[in-house]
C-alpha cells in the first residue's frame, strides 16, 4: 500500500484530511512540526488537541523534538512581507526529510484543507520541496471540506485557536479580524 506522511497544522484540520488520504487508497501517518505557533502554550494546546484526536481516527503520529521558534524567526528576518513562504518551506523540508527517513514515500500537508491559507503558494512549495528531496508530494484542494473537518472534531472538545499560529498572525487577527 502506498504511504502518506501529513504533515498537521492542527487537529482540526487534520481529521478530513486524514480521512481523504486514505479513501485514495494511502496508509496514512501525522506528523508535527509547527515552530510558527507562537506564544509556546499556544503551540502545546495545538499539540495535546491533535495527540487528543489521533488514537480517536487511529493515526499513528510522530511528534517533531524540540521547538524551534528561534530558527523560524532566523529565516523570516528580513522576508518579513514573504513571513508564509519561510513558514512553508520550514514545515514542508522538515516533513518531506522525515518522510524520507521512515521510507514513506509521500508527503503532504493539513494546510491544504484550509480556506485561510494561501493555497497555492503552499503547492508551489510542495512540488519544489519534492523535487529537492526526492519524495512526492500529494496535492489536493480540499477548501470545500474545511467544514467537514471541523464537524467530525466537534463532538471531541478539542482546544480551537484563534489564529493561524505566528505573532505576526496574532497581531493581524486582533487588528484587523478579517484577516484570519
Ligand atoms: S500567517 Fe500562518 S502560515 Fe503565515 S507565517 Fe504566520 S503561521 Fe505561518
Given at each position: 500500500m502506498n504511504s502518506v506522511l501529513i504533515h498537521t497544522c492542527c487537529a482540526h484540520c487534520a481529521a478530513y484530511t486524514a480521512q481523504h488520504w486514505r479513501e485514495q487508497g494511502y496508509q496514512a501517518?501525522?506528523?508535527?512540526?509547527n515552530p510558527n505557533i507562537h506564544p509556546f502554550m499556544?503551540?502545546?494546546s495545538r499539540l495535546e488537541a491533535i495527540k487528543k484526536l489521533a488514537p480517536e481516527i487511529s493515526l499513528p503520529f510522530t511528534v517533531s523534538e524540540g521547538y524551534e521558534m528561534p530558527?523560524?524567526?532566523r529565516r523570516v528576518a528580513g522576508h518579513e512581507t514573504d513571513h508564509c513562504r519561510c513558514c512553508f518551506e520550514m514545515r514542508l523540508t522538515r516533513t518531506a526529510e522525515v518522510a524520507h527517513r521512515m521510507g514513506i514515500e509521500s508527503f503532504t500537508?493539513?494546510?491544504l484543507i484550509s480556506p485561510h491559507q494561501k493555497h497555492e503558494l503552499i503547492k508551489e512549495i510542495g512540488e519544489k520541496i519534492a523535487k529537492e528531496k526526492g519524495v512526492n508530494f500529494l496535492y489536493a484542494d480540499l477548501r470545500k471540506r474545511y467544514s467537514d473537518s471541523r464537524h467530525i472534531t466537534k463532538p471531541?472538545?478539542?482546544y480551537r485557536q484563534q489564529y493561524c499560529g505566528c505573532l505576526y498572525s496574532e497581531w493581524e487577527r486582533y487588528t484587523e479580524p478579517e484577516h484570519k
Open positions: 501517518s501525522g506528523f508535527w512540526y499556544e503551540h502545546q530558527e523560524y524567526f500537508t493539513t494546510l471531541m472538545d478539542l
